[in-house]
């Protein structure tokens, strides 16, 4: 009885859970919902506690000092979404080594394509902004946000050819590339230089260690995380990027090759094979031994950056992205003066920067690149693909709300680029659909 109740448990709630989580289009719907919850908190009578919650302080107290003061905003902005970029540095990584960026003749229009999507976008908002106090926001319409994007991909199912898929995930990649460039050399403050010699301290001692062979993942957890993301949080230039420096100090090779594994593995499946076996659930010693040893030569086999980067990828996706947008998604409409929002043009320079921007950018550079025989366009990717690829690339929610806390700090402005940002992705996204679906 009790054995059939844990099967239907594990059949209908615990198997549809771990489907759910290895789907590629599931981050963007938990992150669609999750905008939603921000939307209605914001819109609710709790909508004064929703908003003083994440100004509320966080810190630690030694000796009578306080250090690490921030809000609960700011952690998460400065925090959380570290672990977000350090992914991001994991899988760009590993797309150098043995990925679609490893060889560069094959990626030349996804590379162009996503340098074009960026300028245009930018070189649009400077010209509704450019000699106003609203100028710095030029980076928000620059990204594309992956997640919503290959989720509709994904809903699209073989309507969409493979083709298209590599160009947007490769695209989207090499846009992550270059807002991480972007955020590191033109939305920093201050900058600690004595920090920042601290930070690049432990960025060496994780390349030693790497030279050296370490592949304890606790070693460059301790040295990133305390070391590398704390100094560089104090030193002004923002901590995402030492979660990308951090990431490309993690060791890329395992620490056994694949046909010593392959031999070990054998070895341990005869043992357990001629191990002796008895009539109850429970297994014998030496059985128990051999299992644990295949799971530690299981880890041994996995290269620390993949093993970071499958295991973290769930947690950032479900965890870190919905808070994320629901400390930063949430604009309060009701008694909205629209006349605030069109005072200046930051809604405007980021609602076409991106709806525009982007498919535009993004066609240019396809057809200069595919003229001057740069670049070779599979069959498949038709010219309307491309525009619809293109205009699910102006998809740059997440992102985009970033650069938006990172250019300003007047709220009002805030309120104006993230109406712009929804703008934009919900017509780009629907636009995108149909072309894709046709």
């Known amino acids: ?49 929703y908003f003083h919650f994440f100004e509320h302080h966080f810190g630690f107290i030694v000796d009578g000092k306080t250090y690490f003061n921030f809000t609960i905003e700011h952690w998460i902005n400065d925090g959380l979404m570290s672990m977000f970029f350090f992914v991001v540095g994991l899988e760009l990584k590993s797309e150098f080594i043995g990925g679609e960026l490893r060889e560069m003749k094959k990626v030349v229009l996804p590379i162009g394509a996503a340098v074009m999507g960026m300028i245009v976008p930018a070189a649009i908002y400077l010209i509704f902004n450019l000699g106003s106090d609203t100028t710095n926001g030029w980076g928000i319409p620059m990204a594309t946000d992956i997640a919503f994007a290959l989720a509709i991909i994904h809903v699209l199912g073989k309507s969409v050819p493979i083709s ?56 460059y957890g301790i040295l990133g995380i305390c070391g590398v993301w704390a100094a560089f949080l104090m030193s002004g230039i923002h901590a995402t990027i030492a979660a990308v420096l951090a990431a490309f100090m993690i060791p890329a090779d395992s620490k056994i090759p694949e046909l010593t594994f392959i031999a070990r593995m054998r070895r341990q499946l005869n043992r357990f094979e001629k191990a002796e076996s008895n009539d109850v659930r429970t297994l014998e010693h030496e059985q128990v031994e051999i299992i644990s040893q295949v799971k530690a030569e299981t880890v041994n086999a996995i290269p620390p950056l993949q093993r970071l980067e499958h295991g973290m990828h769930p ?12 400390a930063n998604a949430g604009v ?20 076409l920067g991106l709806l525009l921007g982007k498919p535009i950018g993004i066609m240019l550079s396809v057809w200069i690149l595919t003229t001057l025989g740069l670049g070779k366009r599979a069959k498949s990717m038709t010219w309307q693909r491309i525009l619809g690829l293109g205009f699910l690339a102006s998809i740059g929610f997440t992102m985009s709300m970033f650069v938006t806390s ?15 940002i929804f703008a934009a992705s919900i017509i780009g996204g629907f636009i995108g659909y149909r072309l894709l679906k046709k």
């Open 1 to 49: 009885m009790k054995e059939t109740y844990y099967n239907k448990i594990n059949k209908k709630l615990v198997l549809p859970t771990q489907q759910f989580i290895r789907q590629e289009k599931s981050g963007g719907i938990v992150l669609a919902i999750t905008v939603i919850v921000a939307l209605a908190l914001a819109n609710s009578p709790w909508r004064d506690m």
């Open 164 to 219: 298209a898929k590599i160009f947007l995930t490769t695209l989207a990649i090499v846009d992550d590339l270059g807002s991480v460039l972007v955020i590191a050399f033109f939305y920093t403050s201050q900058i600690s230089m004595l920090n920042i010699s601290i930070g690049f301290t432990f960025l060496l001692l994780m390349f030693i260690g790497n030279k050296m062979g370490i592949k304890n993942v606790l070693f």
């Open 315 to 326: 947690l950032v996706s479900f965890i870190v992205m919905p808070i994320f947008a629901l």
């Open 332 to 351: 309060a409409f009701i008694d909205m003066d629209l006349s605030t929002i069109f005072s200046n043009n930051i809604a405007i320079g980021v609602c």
């Open 406 to 420: 990172l250019a300003f700090d007047d709220p009002y402005f805030h309120v104006q680029a993230k109406m712009g």
